[in-house]
């Protein structure tokens, strides 16, 4: 595996994020989910990653910089063929390493709370990540939406 910066426009990665889009809408209401879609993946406060064996994608990931000591973790996702390997993991580690990198103290993620989530919740509740309330400009009342946090 092998993760690298950038790759938005390639493809592949459109396609991937085509898949993830599709779905957190499948498993939660619109007004409900928080992905980012290309455009805003390109702003300058986040850093995207992709994950690959050669030329396979496997995954992707991104960090948004909230303020100068607080990220977020944004557009997670390992493509379907390579569930239960590892890619995530691999860029979850990568992400909290760069905001350790940048002197984050505090490292958040939004994500779903329906069964199709539960696997994201337990990989990042493997690494420490915590319940938290809601953070940045996220509605602290959707049922849809769990929070964690992860002191650096």
Same mark, same amino acid.
Request: aromatic fraction near 8%; proline fraction near 5%.
């Given at each position: =595996? ?6 938005? !426009?390639?493809? !592949?990665?459109?396609?991937?994020? $085509?898949?993830?889009? +599709?779905? =957190? ?6 007004? *409900?989910?928080? &992905? ?11 850093? &995207? ?6 030329? $396979? ?17 944004? *557009? =997670? ?23 350790? +990198?940048?002197?984050?103290? !505090? ?5 779903? *709370?329906?069964?199709? &989530?539960?696997?994201?919740? !337990?990989?990042? +509740? ?17 049922? &849809? *939406? ?7």
């Amino acid at each position: =595996m092998q993760i690298r910066e950038g790759h938005l !426009r390639d493809p !592949r990665t459109i396609e991937l994020l $085509e898949v993830h889009a +599709a779905g =957190m809408l499948a498993s939660s209401p619109a007004e *409900s989910c928080h &992905f980012l879609d290309l455009s805003g993946l390109e702003t300058p406060d986040i850093s &995207f990653w992709t994950v690959w064996n050669g030329e $396979e994608l496997l995954g992707m990931g991104a960090l948004k910089q909230i303020d100068s000591g607080h990220g977020e973790i944004k *557009s =997670m996702r390992t493509a379907e063929a390579h569930l239960g390997k590892g890619v995530g993991a691999a860029m979850l580690d990568h992400i909290v390493a760069t905001a350790q +990198a940048r002197g984050y103290k !505090r490292l958040s993620l939004e994500t779903g *709370s329906t069964p199709a &989530f539960e696997p994201a919740l !337990r990989l990042y +509740a493997g690494r420490g990540f915590e319940p938290c309330g809601a953070f940045a400009d996220y509605p602290a009342d959707d049922p &849809f *939406s769990r929070f964690m946090t992860l002191a650096l």
